[in-house]
């Protein structure tokens, strides 16, 4: 793993993201509107996507030109210093276009892990709207707005509020709302807020007890998982592997052992 300092990173995520926010907040003030689609007709882009995610993009070759980036609007470049940025400009377009405060920048520094793996060792989640800044750092607490976060632990099942989320792809929805039968009878109560990331750093709020999700990409969760395992959530993925786009199961410790069996 690069010797880079986890905490220099997250200064300069905080800042990064804080900028985006900033323009993207702006944006929204001033009037967006679709300007493009993706894998459907319902995965869109905003102009203020595009233009947030160049913000980011640039100000980060500034800070640290040898790191490769990985952003959903424009891909992948290249580095060679072994840390790469992965970027979600607006988690929440949808909640961003409509309006809605439940949207947030999501930026992440990951390095170099065991195998051929990645770990996010720097994460900011910045909510603009909702005046919320999450952030976490490997080895050290997660925080909003420099609060430091604690996960709800010990949760039996039977109490649990979890959330989840629909991908754009229709022919998922069918295995999530399979998921929510099985667990709907077993669980409190089930929430869906429309933004993954702010979804995860709820959890290590503790303002939910766990989080369920299918094919989520790599920057609607690089940066969350962290903050929520450094909350002390138990983030794993299928067969309680490591996070990753197939599942994604975050909860407080012994919840998400508890919820797995129980997906379809």
Not at 153 to 176: E, I, Q
Not at 237 to 258: M, R, Y
Request: hydrophobic residues 45%.
């Amino acid at each position: 793993m690069t010797d880079t300092n986890p905490l220099e990173l997250l200064d300069i995520a905080q800042k990064v993201a804080a900028a985006a926010g900033t323009l993207a907040a702006s944006m929204r003030s001033d009037g967006i509107s679709v300007a493009a689609t993706k894998s459907s007709q319902l995965d869109i882009v905003t102009q203020a996507d595009t233009a947030v995610e160049t913000l980011i993009r640039d100000r980060l070759r500034e800070l640290r030109p040898d790191d490769g980036f990985f952003g959903e609007e424009s891909g992948e470049a290249g580095g060679t210093s072994g840390i790469i940025w992965v970027v979600d400009p607006i988690d929440g377009t949808v909640n961003y276009l409509y309006g809605s405060p439940y949207w947030a920048v999501s930026i992440a520094a990951t390095a170099p892990g065991p195998g051929s793996t990645r770990l996010s060792v720097a994460a900011c989640v910045h909510a603009p709207a909702l005046g919320a800044q999450y952030t976490a750092a490997a080895g050290h607490p997660a925080r909003r707005n420099g609060v430091e976060l604690r996960a709800n632990l010990d949760v039996p099942l039977a109490k649990a509020l979890v959330s989840t989320g629909f991908m754009y792809d229709l022919a998922t929805r069918p295995r999530v709302l399979a998921d929510l039968t099985a667990l709907t009878p077993l669980i409190r109560d089930v929430r869906i807020g429309g933004a993954a990331a702010l979804d995860i750093c709820a959890v290590a709020e503790g303002l939910t007890d766990g989080y369920v999700q299918r094919g989520l990409p790599l920057w609607d969760y690089a940066a969350a998982t962290l903050i929520a395992a450094q909350a002390g959530a138990d983030v794993r993925g299928l067969g309680g592997g490591a996070p990753s786009s197939p599942l994604l199961v975050i909860a407080g410790k012994g919840l998400a052992g508890a919820i797995e069996p129980h997906l379809a």
